[in-house]
């Protein structure tokens, strides 16, 4: 299996830092990329999509690299709500989504 | 209604015991899955269910056995398992294509 590759941190950062995720993956036919927040013992949540284009939401942008195989998180003015796990996410085509081991982010005050 | 439910929201369970994990979302959307996810893991796909038939079973025992009553239910139930199977359950939805949204999970201990 193809598999996605993330630091798994924790990154431990002040509120208001910026910081930024990677995240490499080895499948270059794969078609759709995600970002995810979990919560400890909670479900993952649809954090954005990832596009080649580049998107924003807010404080958080994404981007796609396909010639170099990664994938980016960047998170602006961060926020003790922040405190997670972010997970990248492929989608190879067959509706199957193949997950990162995840990337601890703790924000303090 | 833009959410996913399951129940129960936490089972334990002997191995000789047959229980079945519930699904169920009314957001419309036409495929269904079921991940495994163990403690500082991610999760793993199980199996994939799209149009209410099987279309994806990543090599899981038969100990666990997927079924998908109509395009909004996804059951699972389970017979015989194995301490190694305690994990947290979660179950997701999709449209045919698309981001996946998970249920709150059921966390399952198997003594």
């Known amino acids: 299996r193809k598999e996605v590759e993330q630091d798994p941190g924790p990154f431990n950062v002040p509120e208001g830092a910026t910081v930024a995720f990677n995240c490499t993956y080895s499948?270059?036919?794969?078609?759709?990329f995600f970002w995810y927040r979990q919560d400890c013992r909670k479900e993952p949540k649809l954090l954005m999509s990832?596009?080649?284009s580049g998107n924003e939401d807010g404080r958080f942008t994404a981007q796609l690299n396909r010639a170099s195989q990664y994938i980016s998180l960047l998170i602006r003015d961060s926020k003790l709500s922040d405190s997670a796990t972010y997970l990248c996410?492929?989608?190879?085509?067959?509706?199957?989504?193949?997950f990162g081991s995840g990337t601890r982010l703790q924000v303090q005050p | 209604d833009t959410e996913v439910t399951q129940t129960p929201k936490h089972l334990v369970m002997g191995m000789t015991n047959k229980k079945s994990l519930k699904c169920e979302q009314h957001?419309?959307?036409?495929?269904m899955y079921w991940y495994k996810q163990k403690a500082k893991k991610p999760p793993e796909l199980m199996f994939v269910?799209?149009?209410?038939?099987?279309?994806i079973n990543e090599s899981v025992p038969s100990r666990f056995s997927p079924e998908c009553p109509n395009s909004s239910l996804l059951n699972l139930h389970l017979h015989a398992l194995q301490p190694e199977d305690s994990a947290l359950y979660l179950c997701?939805?999709?449209?045919?294509?698309?981001?996946?949204?998970f249920g709150p999970g059921t966390r399952l201990t198997v003594l």
């Open positions: 997701a939805s999709s449209q045919a294509e698309g981001e996946q949204f």
């Open positions: 499948n270059s036919a794969s078609q759709s």
């Open positions: 990832v596009y080649s």
């Open positions: 996410v492929e989608d190879t085509g067959r509706r199957a989504l193949t």
């Open positions: 957001m419309g959307h036409r495929a």
């Open positions: 269910y799209s149009y209410e038939k099987l279309s």
